[in-house]
């Protein structure tokens, strides 16, 4: 066994350092590793506290700890990594003959939504009417700060100006607030404010890091992830925006969403999508719901997972009928680099079939959200720097939904000219002037 350390990560591969195989927890800073038996190499990643990019925040395991650096753990398969080209390929064959039904053949267009010349923008939220998009950014210092913009438009509006990152916007079901993560008081925390800008208000407290808030359909509460002092693990908790002071663990887990449509689940239970790790192997991420209701978790399922990446980055569509998530190559592939040279987005239906590509090639592709009308929007450094981009997926959803009537009624789908997998061209389109 080989213990191996990597400081100061850049801004560009910090983001990805959390999600793709940190998926068993962070621990505190250290300088060994053990039991982790003899065919593993154990990857010892410490990550500066200034450095925010969207390769880290996406991938889940980037917490920026007390006195700075935090200790990141993964386990690793011994042996020679896999090229990304024969992983990606691997992933595309699992896609299209995998327990998770078909593929569907997907054209479409890419266009870009924000513009960032340097730094990032990412974690991407759009207004319940569409208009507006909020995002996370370092493009004017090194910590991030939440600003908004038109869809459509290339003017910025700063909404927070603080010496911490604050990152993770959310809209509230009405679109008046914003709840988001901050570190600005020492430790990562949530925090709620209007949406115009305004003073925060701090939900959560504590020496734990909480990260992600979602909202409720009703806007009442929220879910996050903490990370547990006792467990090392990432917990997914549940309060009121009004009454904070109570919290509810409804299981371990990563990037709570909960569903924007109420009584989706079993019995009339909520739906909450997040990311889990394998507890053996490589503890890469699969995509999971759970139905909530009343202060209470269960039905825990997975819907998406392969064994030659990590699954990350859930995000419900707004009617609730799909998750689109993102898939990154599993650390082995990509460590010591600390950036893999690829990531890719996937839709899967809300029962777990039609699995969908979205995007293939080179490029890293990210934190996706949806906006009405069936516009996703993501984060990839196509245009060499992270910024927001934005797909349609009308026709893509169309002609899945057709493949699953077709499949109810017993009859074969018509024969496509197109491959089994098809994806979004990656030149992108135009910026609007």
Known sequence: MTTSHHTALPSAALALALAAGLGAGCSRPSTTSAGTGPQETVHIVNLDRPAVSPLAV????????????????????????????DVQSRIMELASSGRHGSSAALSGNVTQVSFAPEGADFDPCLSPDGRTVAFASTQHRDTSDLYTKSVDGRVVTQITSDPSNDLMPRFSPDGSRLAFASDRAGNWDI????????????????????????????????????????SGQWEMWVTGVS??????YIGNGLFPEWCPVPGTGAAGADRIAFQRSRERGDRAFGIWVLDYARGEAGNATELASTPVAACINPAWSPDGQWLAYATVPNPSEWYPGARPSWAELWMVDAAGNNRIALTGGQFVNLMPTWGPGNRLFFVSDRGGVENIWAMDTTKVIALAAANTRSAVAGVAPPPKKDPAVVNVPEQGGQPPH
């Open 243 to 248: 009454n904070p002071g109570i919290a509810r």
């Open 191 to 230: 925090y709620v404010m209007p949406a115009a800008g305004g003073k925060p208000i701090q939900v959560t407290s504590g020496p734990a890091h909480e990260l992600h808030p979602s909202w409720s359909p009703d806007g009442s509460e929220l879910v996050f992830c903490r990370l547990g002092e006792t």
């Open 58 to 85: 996406s991938t889940g395991g980037w917490v920026p700890g007390e006195g700075g650096p935090v200790s990141s753990r993964f386990v690793a398969p011994a042996g020679p990594a896999p090229a990304a080209s």
